[in-house]
């Protein structure tokens, strides 16, 4: 069926650096749509793209349907970006397909 | 705008219980999920409502579940006869449409013991 593969499964950082969470996909997917679980467990929209990239704040990300692979782009990391963050793909019809998660985590 | 709301937040049950989950989707949205997290399966699409009315629901277990969009406002998710395998977080998302942006509530975090 659908997979989307999230990498990696966790990521360490220091505050100030940054680096890039990565979904690939096994076939064409419609969009993608990326979320950060926050510490009370909810699901909080960080993006949804359909083609090209957005940005917002220190955050980037890129979707690329028919190389078949998504980014999301932290810079600058700051300690209240740790969280789990989840990419989840559109299958072209309105299911939508999880990756497992990254777990980030910032320190000082 | 206070978001997709789920109630109760957290729920306990017996062996053998049935339990309701209450979902109320973002006013004026159309399109309604329901998801389920395990720390095995990570994110299921369990089933879709689209102006109430069912269109998916080919991730629910065929025994056991049902779902239901009576008005609206709101959404229910029946588990009857519950299993220590149903425990999970039971999350609700609606947007406005079918193939637009979802918007999650916090979940309902199931523990059936």
């Known amino acids: 069926g659908d997979q989307v593969e999230q990498s990696p499964s966790a990521l360490s950082l220091h505050e100030g650096t940054g680096s890039a969470l990565r979904c690939n996909f096994t076939t064409t997917m419609r969009a993608v749509q990326w979320f950060r679980k926050n510490s009370r467990g909810s699901l909080i929209n960080l993006f949804y793209?359909?083609?090209g990239t957005k940005e917002n704040g220190r955050l980037k990300s890129a979707f690329d349907s028919k190389e078949r692979y998504s980014t999301l782009h932290i810079r600058d990391a700051q300690l209240e970006d740790s969280g789990t963050y989840f990419c989840?793909?559109?299958?072209?019809?309105?299911?939508?397909?999880f990756g497992s998660g990254t777990r980030l985590l910032v320190s000082p | 705008n206070a978001g997709v709301i789920q109630t109760p937040r957290h729920k306990v049950t017996g062996k053998g219980q049935e339990a309701t989950l209450w979902c109320e989707p973002i006013s004026g949205h159309s399109a309604v999920f329901w998801y389920r997290q395990t720390i095995v399966q990570g994110l299921e699409f369990l089933t879709y409502f689209r102006n109430q009315a069912p269109i998916d629901d080919s991730g629910m277990p065929k025994e056991r579940f049902s779902a239901q969009m009576p008005n609206q406002s709101h959404s229910t998710l029946k588990i009857q006869s519950t299993q220590p395998q149903d425990s999970a977080v039971y999350l609700c998302?609606?947007?406005?449409?079918?193939?637009?942006?979802?918007?999650f509530g916090p979940g309902t975090r199931l523990l059936v013991l």
């Open positions: 989840a793909a559109e299958t072209g019809g309105y299911k939508v397909v």
């Open positions: 793209l359909a083609s």
């Open positions: 998302a609606s947007s406005t449409g079918g193939q637009d942006t979802q918007y």
